[in-house]
């Protein structure tokens, strides 16, 4: 039964299939965890409306979140619900991420009508990706390979697939399972095969920064602490590195008998068939100051390796 003292929060949430699903998980779990009255408030982002041009040269992955954090500013949305990998590295002065969810699984997919790995892929064959990150690595693996760009949500990207427009597309392994379209996987990458983006598979909820103390000592009660501290490591490679969509870089933290080992890499779009530059650095950690610092030094031992000449290309 609702009373006068029953929380009531309302979600402000992209409207694809993936970012609903996120949605209503954090919905439930809010209900089911304070009892709460929680409503959703979808919304359509400059992010989904621009198909036609890459996200690096129309504003970068802002773009997915600027209308939510706008409903937040004015009230009508309590928190918004993000992947974490599409939140930008600096949050707007007013905003905060209150929590971070535990990780689905955070590799990348290979998705194919016809072929069973990318290696079994015809010479030419055209691959579809958004993301600068995937293309360096898969030009890494397979530099004979024609990398297209591929926009849309999820079901546009599968679609644009089943008409033929690709041989292969490569998405998050987690939204696929999110959705329940595990079985469209024929492979997945290791991580030390095709690092993930960071942040990959993880939600995260942003709240304003201001009259929000209490949902946001409450959200904090649903923080992995794990998710949490490697995607702090993971953002602060990118954020290091001046990190944006623009940026082919790559950040993955794994947990390793109580250490953090955070490997990240970098490539340069315009060098096909390049090796990538990459990183490792581990640590003992414990807090968000010391998930940081991890960060900041494997960004570091990009750079010494001349990660700088490749950021200044781009």
Known sequence: ?????????????????????????????LQQRFAARVE???????????????????????????????????????????????????????????????REDPRDAFVSPRHASLEALP?????????????????ALRPDLRIEPLRGNLDTRLRKLDEGQYEAIVLAAA???????????????????????????ALGIEVRTTGQAALR???ASLIDRDTWLATLAERAVSRALGGSCSVPLAAHGVWQNGRLELTAAIGDPAQAGQPLLRARAGAAVDSPAQAEALGVEAAGLLREQGAEAILQRL
């Open 1 to 29: 039964m609702t009373t006068d003292t029953t929380p009531r929060w309302v979600i402000a949430t992209r409207e694809s299939r993936l970012a609903l699903w996120q949605a209503h998980h954090v919905q439930a779990l």
């Open 40 to 102: 959703l408030l979808g919304m359509t982002t400059r992010g989904d409306q621009i198909l036609d041009r890459s996200l690096s040269k129309v504003g970068g992955k802002g773009l997915f979140v600027k209308e939510l954090e706008t409903a937040l500013e004015e009230g009508r949305a309590d928190l918004a619900v993000h992947s974490l990998k599409d939140v930008p590295m600096d949050l707007p002065e007013g905003f905060v991420l209150a929590a971070v969810l535990e």
């Open 175 to 201: 939204g696929l399972k999110r959705l329940g379209l595990a079985e469209r996987i024929r492979q997945v990458f290791e991580v030390d095969t095709m690092i993930p983006a960071a942040g990959q598979g």
């Open 217 to 219: 000592e409450q959200l």
């Open 123 to 139: 010479h030419g064959a055209i691959v579809g990706t958004s993301s600068l990150r995937r293309v360096v690595q898969l030009r």
